[in-house]
């Protein structure tokens, strides 16, 4: 069955200190992978997304993520935090044949001044 | 473009009642997916909708049921409401036929609180 680990649960920054949250998923294939982002509040917004070809993605608010297939990672990093970027940051996959997401359990991001 | 919404943005309900949750799809969008965040952890998909008809189910029981009107609007139903039934329901949009790529949208959510 395909999962989603985060393994850290809560991580803390000082901000425009470099940041790195982790991802490993589990599917044979290659899996469409997601990064969201829960403010209080809100709902899911999406950061970025992986489908095929360059495995160094982009995405909003100056994130970035990187697919390493030899690690069953999708870990997301940007090099300077922001206070704003204190959130809920959820990491997701799905299947060539369903765009039903399956979650990780989030890690929680804060950011001290 | 108002983008996904959903109603009530909260719910008080005790165990055994039955509640109804809305959604309305971001414009253009004809699909319809539902998720359930228990506190501390990921949403988990419940069902998804398309054409009125139930595409997608997830690993839920069918005390939970839904359904999609002809302006792609959704409700999600949940009967004989449980403590562990407490959670943030999300509400997601997409089209239908669209590449896998397509992004899907979320709304705000509706938490409820069984007591």
């Known amino acids: 069955a395909q999962s989603v680990t985060q393994p850290d649960i809560h991580i803390t920054v000082s901000e425009g200190a470099s940041l790195e949250l982790r991802c490993n998923y589990s599917y044979g294939a290659t899996p469409y992978l997601f990064w969201y982002v829960q403010s209080p509040g809100q709902g899911l917004q999406l950061l970025l997304k992986y489908f095929s070809g360059d495995t160094l993605v982009q995405g909003i608010k100056g994130f970035e993520a990187e697919f390493k297939r030899s690690q069953s990672s999708f870990n997301l990093r940007k090099p300077s935090v922001h206070w704003s970027d204190a959130a809920e940051y959820f990491c997701a996959q799905s299947s060539y044949n369903t765009d039903k997401l399956i979650f990780g359990t989030g890690t929680r991001l804060q950011v001290f001044p | 473009d108002a983008g996904v919404t959903q109603s009530p943005t909260h719910l008080i309900k005790t165990r055994g009642q039955q509640v109804t949750l809305r959604c309305s799809p971001k414009?253009?969008?004809?699909?319809v997916s539902w998720y359930q965040q228990a506190l501390g952890q990921g949403p988990q998909f419940i069902f998804q909708y398309y054409e009125e008809e139930e595409r997608q189910r997830g690993n839920f029981p069918d005390r939970f049921s839904g359904h999609q009107f002809p302006n792609y609007s959704s409700e999600l139903n949940v009967n004989a409401l449980l403590l562990g039934d407490s959670a943030l329901y999300l509400c997601?949009?997409?089209?239908?036929?669209?590449?896998?790529?397509?992004?899907?949208?979320f709304g705000p959510g509706t938490r409820l609180l069984v007591l």
């Open positions: 414009s253009g969008h004809d699909t």
């Open positions: 997601a949009s997409s089209s239908w036929g669209t590449s896998l790529q397509e992004t899907q949208y």
